[in-house]
């Protein structure tokens, strides 16, 4: 009787554990986000506050969604960065839309493609419009400068790296001289161009995405990294120029699941 009961125990705490794995990779690793915040401004005068939102993978408005959108309005960024990835359908333009609304629309936006957009046939020029319509500029090998907080900053924004033509030597024509430079690519893969093609350019900030941070880890070990993730995972790296951060993103590709990789919303001060 007590073997039985020993073996009861043992089989119950088991499904109970592969319960938790469950819960754990189909809710709490995709729905409860992980908000990170870096501060790596130079000066403490006129610091510029950016959000980065990446690999949103959008299929419908779900109300961690909601709540993203909520936070985002409450710390107010001066910019908010759209790292590619945001959808892989043209019929999904309708939820991401949904989605910018609830974002205050006087918060400047800059996107770019991630490999997604290309593979899914999205309609590229719907998509700028849905962006237009947001405060946001979808940027393919094209670069803006801006001004904020008496600060000029210039923004570079690169083709996906897989599936479009990602063409640095393009999105650097005609760059204004300004003390910040900060590059947007999908692929932190194409870094590796960058850093090969940037010449005297001082780069502060290379913000990437597409790996989801692995997707699916196991005890540290990542079975799968998608094309164009290099020798990269997530996180930063500052190992050498320029820096970079890959953030782990908000939606899924391939599996509807997270696990040891939980989605993330990251904040920044520069």
């Keep these: 009787m007590t073997n039985l009961t020993r073996r009861k125990f043992i089989k119950r705490g088991v499904l109970a554990s592969i319960g938790l794995v469950i819960l754990d990779s189909l809710w709490f690793e995709k729905y409860v986000i992980d908000w990170n915040y870096f501060d790596i ?30 936070k985002i309005n409450t710390i107010n960024p001066d910019l908010i960065f759209i790292t590619g990835d945001s959808i892989d359908q043209t019929e999904k333009l309708k939820p991401l839309n949904e989605f910018l609304k609830l974002i205050d629309n006087s918060i400047k936006k800059y996107a770019i493609t991630g490999n997604w957009e290309y593979w899914g046939n999205v309609n590229l020029t719907e998509l700028k419009n ?23 900053i210039s923004i570079i924004g690169i083709d996906d790296f897989v599936g479009g033509n990602a063409d640095f030597s393009k999105a650097v024509e005609n760059l204004k001289e300004t003390e910040t430079n900060i590059v947007l690519s999908h692929c932190p893969e194409h870094r590796d161009i960058i ?53 782990k993103g908000i939606g899924t590709s391939i599996l509807p699941i997270r696990f040891g990789a939980r989605a993330e919303m990251v904040e920044m001060e520069i």
């Design 41 to 70: 401004s130079k000066s403490e005068k006129d610091k510029i506050k950016i959000i980065q939102i990446s690999d949103l993978h959008f299929d419908q408005l779900r109300y961690f969604h909601k709540s993203i959108a909520k």
């Design 130 to 152: 849905i962006y237009s319509n947001n405060n946001c500029e979808l940027l393919i090998n094209e670069n803006r400068t801006i001004s904020i907080k008496n600060r000029e």
């Design 195 to 247: 850093t090969k093609q940037k010449g005297n350019l001082i780069i502060d900030l290379v913000l990437s995405g597409h790996t989801h941070g692995g997707q699916i880890t196991f005890l540290g070990i990542v079975p799968f990294k998608p094309q164009g993730s290099g020798k990269y995972l997530k996180g930063w790296y500052k190992e050498s120029e320029p820096k970079m951060y890959i953030s």
